[in-house]
């Protein structure tokens, strides 16, 4: 079985397993706004391209952006839905103050930053609609869920990526947790869509050696292996953690950088004999 039902896990939740929560530290250090404009189906609308940038990979076009309209954003993604342009956006909590976006950099004890009495909506409107101009998108919002604001300083990873499910009189049933449902992305980093793909490949290949072994012990230590160093990829680290995308396959050692069953086997043994 493998688990992709998104963040939260409801599947995996009722196997048991317990996320494990990594915040920033402070309310507002990762904040997504959410705008959706109408789709006419015009002629220009439908040659028009999505797109996805984030600041590190293309850092003059996020310099023009905050210089014509404010907005001092970390990613921006654009998609085509039928009915509406959906533009997600990651902007600093700095930036949604100075722009009146939100009224108090502090709000009283017991009010979130992005409560509704916190936020002042027509600003918001106002700068999503100067973000979609500058990129010459439409914007006239859609008639509901115009805009929207969240907070995800806090995302959950999972504390494995494979365990077994065991029941009297049944042979053990493995788990594989992949996409979201193993590691909530941290949007800043542009990293969420890689690192699905690749906890995919690496509950794939766990289970080819499931198939192949039956050794739980293998299996789990290959697993944690992948899933280490998965962790460890950052917007930073990627280069000097991952191969050569020309290279990767299902096999994690085709993908990353320092991956060895056996190391991983030490590890293992390690960890136990320290309890």
């Known amino acids: ?48 391209r999505q797109f996805s940038w984030a600041r590190q990979f293309n850092t003059p076009l996020f310099t023009d952006l905050k210089a014509a309209t404010g907005a001092d954003l970390e990613n921006i993604v654009y998609y085509k839905a039928d009915q509406t342009h959906y533009l997600i956006m990651t902007p600093t909590k700095t930036s949604l103050v100075e722009t009146g976006c939100i009224k108090e950099a502090k709000p009283p004890a017991g009010t979130a930053l992005l409560a509704a009495q916190n936020l ?32 995800f300083s806090e ?30 992305p941290f949007w800043p980093e542009g990293l969420g869509i890689a690192r699905g793909f690749l906890s995919a490949w690496d509950a794939v290949s766990t289970l080819q050696m499931w198939f192949k072994t039956q050794d739980q012990l293998m299996c789990t230590t ?47 043994t390690s960890h136990r004999s320290s309890f």
């Not at 896990?9 to 996320?19: D, E, L, Q, R, Y």
């Not at 002042?120 to 409107?125: G, I, Q």
Request: proline share 6%; with cysteine; net charge neutral.
């Open 1 to 48: 079985l493998t688990c992709c039902d998104g963040a939260a896990s409801k599947v995996a939740t009722g196997f048991g397993t317990a996320p494990i929560g990594q915040g920033l530290g402070q309310e507002g250090r990762a904040i997504g706004v959410v705008a959706n404009f109408v789709n006419t189906r015009s002629r220009e609308e439908r040659q028009r």
């Open 120 to 151: 002042e909506m027509e600003s918001l409107r106002a700068l999503s609609r100067a973000v979609a101009a500058h990129f010459e998108l439409p914007t006239e919002f859609a008639p509901s869920q115009a805009v929207m604001a969240f907070d």
């Open 155 to 184: 995302v959950h990873r999972q504390e494995g990526a494979f365990l077994f499910i065991e029941r009297p009189q049944c042979p053990p049933l493995p788990v594989c947790l992949a996409g979201d449902a193993l590691m909530e």
């Open 222 to 268: 290959h697993s944690d292996e992948a899933y280490r160093i998965l962790k460890s990829v950052t917007a930073k680290s990627r280069d000097s953690m991952l191969k050569p995308e020309a290279e990767w396959q299902v096999d994690p050692s085709t993908r990353y950088r320092g991956f060895s069953l056996a190391g991983g086997a030490r590890r293992r």
